[in-house]
Structures are given as structure tokens and as C-alpha cells.
């Protein structure tokens, strides 16, 4: 599957354009610099996720056009190991 036709991945980019739109206004109107600041960790911290998503993805096509369909047990330690990727 392509990450075009993954709907999560698309998903999560939309709420977080959708959010920083709303950090946009927030800056606009000249909110509190702390709220603006914890609403941008929050954007950081959804688009830091969905890279790992896709990163994880991305590995795991390619060591699938390798070495063929994986099991899930696999799968599930792939995904683990991306999100042990987000702290290098």
C-alpha cells in the first residue's frame, strides 16, 4: 500500500493541518504565548507520530519486496521498533 492510500496517515496530517491552522488564528488574535506554545508541542508531537508511521511503513514494503509477505509478529516488531527510532 502506498501511504497515499493509507487513510490513517492521511488522516492524522489532516488534524494536523486543521490544528495549526487554529495555532495560526491563535498567533492572529495575540493569545497567551504559553497556550500557543503547548498547542505547537502538541502539532510537533502528532507529526513526529505520523513519521514514524510512515518510516515504519516504508521499511516494512521494502523488506517485504525482499523476503515476501511477513507475519505479524514481525510486523508488530517493526512497529516497535520505529517508535524506539523517535528517540535517536
Not at 41 to 56: G, S
Amino acid at each position: 500500500m502506498s501511504h497515499a492510500a493509507n487513510p490513517d496517515l492521511i488522516n492524522r496530517l489532516r488534524r494536523a493541518n486543521g490544528h495549526l491552522a487554529s495555532i495560526i488564528r491563535m498567533v492572529e488574535d495575540g493569545e497567551d504565548g504559553l497556550k500557543i506554545a503547548q498547542q505547537m508541542q502538541a502539532v510537533v508531537a502528532a507529526l513526529e507520530k505520523t513519521k514514524t508511521l510512515i518510516v515504519t511503513d516504508h521499511i516494512e514494503h521494502h523488506i517485504e519486496d525482499l523476503i515476501g509477505p511477513l507475519p505479524s509478529t514481525v510486523r508488530d516488531d517493526l512497529a516497535r521498533l520505529g517508535e524506539l527510532a523517535r528517540y535517536l
